[in-house]
């Protein structure tokens, strides 16, 4: 399996079958998805996905319901390759085995309804990896790499750090990154190598470069 790092939280995983593309957003340079075979889309938040970029490629999109319905309403030439799924779904794209994760996205603030959020694991040639969307919930079984994030509104570091240790995964990809400036990113960086356990690694990549 090959991971490679892209704009934000978007990541490409070449399994066996074929590339996988999840979370191709508004941060993400639109060639992420240059010889995709499948794209998956943990939520409807832009930074997340971004239509533009679905509609100039012409590749099939896995999805929560309601980034089906939000790109009905904005590109309903892109909401027709689109397949719904659902919390606890197993499937295969691309070649690649796939277990949906997850039903909310993390607490943004209590005042704001709650979102829809499903994260992936995806398993192919015997390795694992764990996209978890904009939430904190646990795959349920072990993983090789987990895709952590490291900035954003709904996320504390200390949390960050505590969401890493619970997966226990024995490397992990910074992701969720373009709100911390680099002095905040290092600080991340810096929290993580002091209190993880040995055993497990943190990494960050800029975009385009593989784990």
Not at 140 to 157: E, F, I, N, Q
């Amino acid at each position: 399996m090959r991971i490679t790092k892209f704009g934000h939280a978007c990541v490409r995983v070449q399994g066996d079958g074929g590339v996988v593309v999840i979370d191709p957003g508004v941060f993400t340079d639109a060639s992420a998805l240059d010889g995709a075979d499948a794209v998956l889309i943990t939520h409807e938040h832009a930074d997340h996905v971004h239509s533009d970029h679905l509609r100039e490629r012409d590749v099939p999109i896995w999805t929560i319901a309601a980034v089906e319905r939000l790109l009905r309403e904005q590109a309903p030439d892109v909401a027709a390759r689109v397949t719904v799924v659902r919390p606890g779904d197993r499937l295969e794209v691309a070649g690649t085995a796939v277990q949906v994760v997850g039903e909310k996205h993390a607490v943004i603030h209590p005042d704001y309804d709650r979102f829809d959020n499903s994260g992936y694991v995806l398993e192919s040639g015997g390795a694992s990896v764990y996209h978890p969307g904009d939430a904190l919930t646990p795959p349920g079984r072990a993983v090789d790499v987990l895709l952590a994030p490291v900035s954003a509104p709904w996320l504390k570091v200390s949390e960050a750090v505590d969401f890493v240790r619970e997966v226990a995964a024995p490397r992990s990809l910074a992701i969720h990154d373009r709100v911390y400036s680099d002095i905040g990113l290092d600080m991340v960086a810096t929290h993580m190598g002091n209190l993880l356990p040995e055993g497990q690694a943190f990494e960050r990549r800029d975009p385009g470069q593989d784990l």
